[in-house]
């Protein structure tokens, strides 16, 4: 299934590297979601885009910075993380509404 | 107490076992519930929505007790593809937390093995 894309798909970096994460949708969905998945926790949500504008920030640390540029597109900037940032990304889209949510394959992450 | 709790497992069962996973949330005001799937190093994807009346899908059935705050899933005949994390999952819903979406809260999951 290719509706919900994300690259890359594995990322080691160091603590004082910068990086991305892409995400793409191909499904004519206008809300995206970046999640964080650690192991023996549950999702934990991140950010919420709506119609291309930020909605909902859950507190997460400033070295994480997303971008939304268009309805199809959501980017996660990364900066000076830390060894517990080490996770799997998820990337989710869905209606408006945000019911029915679709993943992407996620980005394991591990910062060292 | 978690928002959303299920028993993590795991769950090994033989093939063509009946298996019941359960799972409760603590926001009354919730409203719509759903169970994910998510195979190893994979990303969740949506098994089914869980409605009021109960609702089946093949070999998949799943209910919800609105009083109890109590949502399950049975996978009856299973089979080896099941082996999976089975999460559950429950919509605040928009109104009830103060946002422009629908917010999905879910559990750690439920992991279930099946052997052949």
């Known amino acids: 299934e290719t509706g919900v894309t994300q690259t890359p798909r594995h990322l080691v970096m160091g603590m004082t590297n910068k990086k991305s994460l892409k995400c793409e949708q191909h499904?004519?969905?206008?809300?995206m979601y970046w999640y964080k998945q650690s192991a023996k926790k549950p999702l934990e949500l991140m950010f919420v885009y709506s119609l291309e504008e930020r909605v909902e920030n859950n507190s997460v640390p400033s070295r994480f910075s997303p971008e939304c540029p268009n309805s199809s597109h959501l980017f996660l900037h990364l900066h000076t993380l830390q060894p517990e940032d080490s996770a799997l990304y998820l990337c989710a889209s869905s209606r408006e509404d945000g019911r029915e949510q679709y993943f992407g394959p996620g980005t394991r992450l591990t910062v060292t | 107490r978690k928002e959303v709790e299920q028993d993590p497992g795991p769950f090994n069962v033989p093939e063509g076992a009946t298996v019941a996973f359960n799972c409760t949330y603590s926001n009354s005001a919730s409203q719509s519930f759903f169970w994910y799937r998510q195979d190893c190093r994979k990303e969740p994807k949506l098994l089914m929505s869980?409605?009021?009346s109960g609702n089946e899908d093949g070999r998949f059935t799943a209910q919800l007790n609105r009083a109890s705050q109590y949502i399950s899933l049975l996978i009856r005949d299973s089979k080896l593809s099941d082996s999976a994390t089975y999460l559950c999952v429950v919509n605040l819903g928009r109104k009830n937390y103060g946002g422009a979406t629908n917010k999905l809260i879910f559990g750690t999951g439920t992991l279930l093995a099946v052997q052949p």
């Open positions: 869980v409605y009021s």
């Open positions: 499904l004519g969905h206008n809300a």
